[in-house]
């Protein structure tokens, strides 16, 4: 099995990499039949976004902080571990922004869009649903659209639902919703188009994220799933993402 190293800046990350590019050599990322990610789930989302044109598998091993989409790391046995890998394949999200400036910006995220204020006002935004208008008027810190593998990041922080790693569903979660205040946020399915409108955006300026990756001053933001990039992530046997998104839902 050919390998490839990738690690982000993190000296622990770094120093992994150096050991195991010693131990078990590497190919380069073309030739390369897995990519081992080393660092925290910033940097397995970062690899992932890499992968979309080739779909090459991506096994990630912690040198983090969280890692909920990494493995443990242990330098043995690599192969043997990687031979016995569950994996799951994984859609992106699409953001299109509209921006205050006339620009249009197009990125991918694997664990949520979220739209946040920039300042001190409340957003005002209005949601759409494939083409109808379900939310005329939310008051609110900002609103996401979470995928089932992000599911239990920013979204269950935001006291979203945990989605199953299976279901083809996308939680739709407000962030300190002040009007409606007891409006929890939906459960769409997985074709669900949402538009999110930044109502008076010159005076309650808003940004979106694409996971890690920011545009600021937005006027609107589309969301759907992209069908067509699942990318597979590889799990130790035992420590799928669907265990671990089901024992989440049970940790207090």
């Excluded at 897995?34 to 992968?51: K, P, Q």
Aim: charged share 30%; aromatic share 4%.
């Amino acid at each position: 099995m050919k390998l490839a190293f990738t690690a982000s800046a993190r000296p622990e990350a770094q120093e992994a990499l150096r050991r195991l590019r010693h131990v078990y050599g590497e190919s380069g990322e073309r030739e390369a039949d897995v990519i081992v990610a080393l660092g925290g789930d910033g940097h397995m989302l970062e690899t992932l976004r890499r992968r979309l044109k080739d779909k090459k598998p991506v096994y990630g091993m912690n040198r983090g902080t969280v890692g909920f989409l990494m493995n443990d790391y242990n330098e043995d046995t690599l192969p043997e571990r990687l031979a016995k890998a569950a994996t799951v394949r994984i859609r992106p999200l699409v953001m299109r922004c509209e921006t205050a400036a006339g620009t249009v910006l197009e990125e991918r995220a694997f664990n949520e869009v979220s739209l946040l204020r920039e300042t001190a006002q409340s957003a005002r935004l209005k949601i759409i649903v494939d083409g109808a208008v379900r939310m005329p008027e939310l008051l609110c810190d900002g609103v996401l659209v979470a995928t089932p593998a992000g599911s239990t990041a920013y979204n269950f922080s935001a006291h979203g639902p945990i989605l199953p790693i299976n279901s083809r569903l996308l939680a739709l979660t407000p962030i300190s919703a002040f009007r409606p205040r007891r409006w929890r946020g939906a459960l769409l399915p997985h074709r669900a188009q949402v538009r999110i409108e930044v109502l008076e955006a010159e005076k309650r300026t808003v940004s979106a994220a694409a996971d890690n990756l920011e545009t600021r001053d937005v006027i609107a933001v589309d969301i759907k799933e992209d069908t067509g990039a699942a990318v597979p992530i590889m799990f130790d046997e035992g420590h799928a993402l669907d265990e671990r998104i089901l024992r989440e839902q049970f940790n207090v």
